[in-house]
C-alpha cells in the first residue's frame, strides 16, 4: 500500500531550502487494542470523570486541567490558556549543527520520519544525503508541531533521509543514577565472551528476522474466540533462581551444549541431593500375596 504524506515543511541549512513531505515511519494502527466490555452483556463502556470531593459525575463542558503545584493544591488553567502556551506549528526544520552519528546515544531517540523529496526539491535533497553520508554526520535542528517544539535529527539512510525526533536531555535519565556495582571480569572469561561474540556476528541487522511471539499468539486466541473455541490457559514453568558457572556457560555457548548448574552455597547438610521419590510398590507386593 502506498504510504501517505501527512505533512509538507522545508528543511534549511544556511540558505539551501528544501521542500518536503513528511511520512510517519511507525505504523500505530499495528498495535493490538482491546476495548473496555461490561462482563454481563459484552456492551462497550463509557468513560465518565467523577468529583472525588462532590462524589458526582461532572460533565466535559464542566472540565479543566490543572497543575498540582504542592500536595493537594492546583493552579487551573482554561482551554485558551493553554492554547496561547503552546507552540506555534511550522512548516521548516532548520538545521543548526552537524555532529557526528555516534555521538548521538540512541537513548536519545523518538518518534522517526521518513523524508521525501516534494516538487522542486529533489537536487538539493540528494545533495544534503550524499554530504551528510559522506561526511558521518548527521543533522541537528529544531521543528515545532502539535503545540510543542521537537529538537531533531535528520541522517541518512539506505534510500534517502531521515528526521529522528530527540528526547530533550531533562528527559532522559543518566546511567549513573543507577547502582551498578564495579566488578572485575577475569582475561578468561572476557577471551571466551569475545570468541562467543565473534561467533553469533553478523554484517549487518535484519529486522524481518524477528517476529513478535506475543502479538502473534493473541491474533491466534481471538480468531479461536471468534469461531466459538476454548482457550486452553498453559501453566506457568518455574522460575529457578539457579546460578550457573560462568565460565562453563559460555564455554557451554560456544560448544552449543547445556551450561553446568551450580547451586547456591548453603550448609553441608542441606546442600545434599533429596532422595529419589520411591517407585510404587503396591501392585508387586499383592501379587506376591496371591503367589502364596
Known amino acids: 500500500m502506498t504510504a501517505r504524506s501527512i505533512a509538507s515543511l522545508t528543511v534549511s541549512f544556511g540558505l539551501v531550502a528544501i521542500p518536503v513531505k513528511l511520512y510517519s515511519a511507525t505504523e500505530a494502527s499495528k498495535a493490538l487494542s482491546f476495548n473496555l466490555l461490561h462482563k454481563g452483556c459484552g456492551s462497550r463502556l463509557k468513560q465518565q470523570y467523577v468529583c472525588l470531593k462532590e462524589e458526582v459525575v461532572v460533565a466535559r463542558e464542566d472540565i479543566v486541567k490543572g497543575y498540582e503545584f504542592a500536595k493537594d493544591q492546583f493552579v487551573m488553567f482554561s482551554a485558551d490558556e493553554l492554547k496561547a502556551l503552546d507552540e506555534a506549528g511550522s512548516h ?3 538545521i543548526t549543527e552537524f555532529v557526528p552519528i555516534e555521538s548521538i546515544d540512541p537513548v536519545y531517540f523518538d518518534k522517526a520520519y521518513y523524508l521525501a523529496p516534494d516538487k522542486g526539491g529533489a537536487k538539493p535533497y540528494a545533495l544534503l544525503a550524499q554530504a551528510l553520508r559522506a561526511s558521518g554526520r548527521c543533522a541537528l535542528g529544531r521543528w515545532a508541531a502539535r503545540g510543542k517544539q521537537h529538537v531533531v535529527m535528520i541522517r541518512p539512510v539506505e534510500g534517502g533521509l531521515v528526521m529522528q525526533q530527540l528526547l530533550y536531555g531533562a528527559e532522559v535519565r543518566s546511567i549513573k543514577d543507577i547502582d551498578i556495582p564495579p566488578t572485575e571480569v577475569k582475561e578468561a572469561e572476557l577471551k571466551l565472551a569475545q570468541q562467543l561474540i565473534d561467533q553469533q556476528a553478523v554484517d549487518r541487522f535484519d529486522p ?5 511471539a506475543v502479538r502473534a499468539r493473541i491474533e491466534a486466541a481471538v480468531q479461536k474466540k471468534v469461531e466459538g473455541q476454548e482457550i486452553t490457559l498453559a501453566e506457568e514453568g518455574e522460575r529457578g533462581g539457579q546460578v550457573i558457572d560462568l565460565m562453563e556457560a559460555l564455554r557451554a555457548s560456544l560448544e552449543k551444549k547445556a551450561p553446568t548448574v551450580v547451586q547456591p552455597s548453603q ?14 510398590a503396591a501392585e508387586p507386593t499383592v501379587r506376591k500375596a496371591a503367589k502364596k
Not at 524481518?208 to 513478535?212: E, K, M, P, R, V
Not at 550448609?267 to 520411591?278: D, I, L, N, T, V
Open 92 to 94: 521548516s526544520a532548520e
Open 208 to 212: 524481518d528476522a524477528y517476529t513478535d
Open 267 to 280: 550448609p553441608q547438610a542441606e546442600a545434599r541431593k533429596p532422595p529419589k521419590r520411591a517407585q510404587p
